[in-house]
């Protein structure tokens, strides 16, 4: 089955403590994404790929670190949390198309979530 | 730079009546937009998209949308809602040749009997 896939799906930790949240994609996709979901606010992007070992700053990117080693796997990283990161973070997916590296149809998939509160 | 507004944050609608979630875009370029429909505890699914062609977009359980360049508008109907319909609904723009997906703030539609 196709699937985008996160963990972990819940956390609540303290502030300074590192975390990682995993992220990987069965669908051979060359774009993966964070987005972090809070009310009011919509979806926000943290960071993109666009490929193996090319990643790029979204809109709130601070506070985070990703990286693309594989291109299955873009795991996000939260060197020292603080607790205005508490937030309902996405992965997402979308296959890219044509060497100008547009995407495909800008239909992305997404994992069902991880929420995560920082105290 | 491009913005998505949803002005509605929540509509309240009983079962099997009408329902419209509007959408605006601002763009001076062309763009690709997309309603994007999540379920309690679920990640967000694709309900319909508009790349080109008809400017009347259908798409899964009974949605469909009409693009509207002049008004710059893409909003979602359903002529008869479901209990099952309750979700939270997303407007995105793409500009083509980017990136970037942006998308609105949402709109919680919630179906009461």
């Known amino acids: 089955e196709a699937q985008v896939t996160q963990n972990p799906r819940y956390l609540i930790t303290v502030t300074g403590k590192k975390l990682t949240v995993t992220c990987s994609q069965n669908?051979?996709?060359?774009?993966m994404s964070w987005y972090r979901q809070d009310p009011g606010l919509g979806l926000r992007q943290i960071y993109y790929?666009?490929?193996?070992?090319?990643?790029d700053k979204g809109d709130v990117p601070e506070g985070y670190k990703v990286s693309r080693k594989e291109k299955r796997n873009f795991p996000l990283i939260l060197e020292s949390p603080s607790p205005n990161q508490t937030s309902l973070y996405f992965c997402a997916s979308s296959p890219m198309a044509g060497l100008a590296g547009v995407l495909n149809t800008g239909e992305l998939f997404f994992g069902e979530g991880s929420r995560l509160t920082v105290l | 730079a491009q913005s998505v507004t949803q002005l509605d944050s929540q509509v309240p609608v009983f079962e099997e009546a009408p329902v419209e979630l509007r959408c605006n875009y601002s763009s001076s370029v062309s763009v690709y937009l997309f309603w994007y429909v999540q379920y309690p505890n679920q990640g967000l699914q694709l309900l319909l998209k508009y790349l080109s062609g008809s400017t009347l977009v259908k798409g899964i359980n009974g949605f469909e949308a009409e693009f509207n360049k002049s008004q710059t508008s893409f909003h979602l109907r359903k002529p008869s809602v479901h209990i099952s319909d309750t979700a939270e609904y997303f407007c995105a723009a793409m500009n083509t040749g980017f990136q970037k997906l942006v998308f609105g703030t949402g709109t919680r539609l919630l179906v009461s009997p």
């Open positions: 669908m051979n996709h060359e774009y």
């Open positions: 790929s666009m490929n193996v070992e090319v990643t």
